[in-house]
């Protein structure tokens, strides 16, 4: 099956830092990639939609200038938390959609990354 | 009214039993059809998808779609302990660049 990958898988900073992560497609090519979050006990909560080659799409409510999408290539989207704080620490998921014919849109999880802003 | 929405549960069934677990959708239009497993404190993977009417089975798994009535539904036969998790439903359409909505997902426990 689809891999993706993300790292680091857990990550400890102090606030007002900055922390980059990582999402890969290890074995197709994502044109699309999404950034999730999800606050414990909650449902995953859709920040993005990171396209290669151009730039991300937000929802409503997540600031561009505080979470960074960077989609430079098919198998590589990075999240940088800008300035983090306390109430950015959470679990951030992304997901890459295989776009072939075969698999119709599926979306592929990574492990997630946790973020813990002290 | 959501997009997809899904009982939230919890939903308990002793092992050995069949889980169901339901979910509807708002958009006529919808396409792709998406069963996600999430266990808690790790990401949702994939376990079923499924595009036209009627049964997809797979192992324990029978995914159910009836886009007449904008259904889809997940059996889980034979339950065991390792089901438990929380199941989240995700649908796509093409109207939204095939975006996929998920629904806040069902709370499953199978207890021994």
């Known amino acids: 099956g689809a891999v993706v990958s993300q790292h680091p898988s857990r990550v400890i900073c102090k606030s007002g830092t900055s922390v980059k992560i990582e999402c890969r497609s290890l074995?197709?090519?994502?044109?699309?990639m999404f950034w999730y979050r999800q606050f414990p006990k909650q449902s995953l909560m859709l920040m993005a939609t990171?396209?290669?080659?151009?730039?991300?799409?937000?929802e409503q409510g997540v600031e561009k200038d505080k979470f960074l999408i960077n989609h430079a290539s098919l198998t590589l989207s990075t999240l940088t938390v800008t300035s983090a704080h306390p109430e950015d620490s959470s679990f951030y998921i992304c997901s890459a959609r295989d776009s072939s014919g075969s698999r119709r849109e599926t979306q592929y999880f990574g492990p997630g990354t946790r973020l813990l802003v002290l | 009214q959501k997009e997809v929405e899904q009982n939230s549960g919890p939903l308990s069934v002793p092992e050995g039993a069949i889980a169901s677990l339901n979910c509807t959708y708002s958009d006529r239009v919808s396409q792709s059809f998406f069963w996600y497993r999430q266990y808690s404190g790790k990401s949702p993977e994939l376990i079923m998808s499924i595009y036209s009417n009627g049964d997809k089975e797979d192992g324990r798994f029978t995914a159910q779609l009836n886009k007449a009535s904008q259904y889809v539904s997940l059996l889980i036969r034979d339950s065991q302990p390792s089901d438990s998790a929380t199941y989240l439903c995700a649908v796509t359409t093409t109207y939204n660049n095939n975006d996929m909505r998920f629904g806040a997902g069902t709370r499953l426990t199978v207890k021994p």
């Open positions: 074995d197709f090519q994502a044109t699309t």
């Open positions: 990171s396209n290669e080659g151009s730039k991300a799409t937000y």
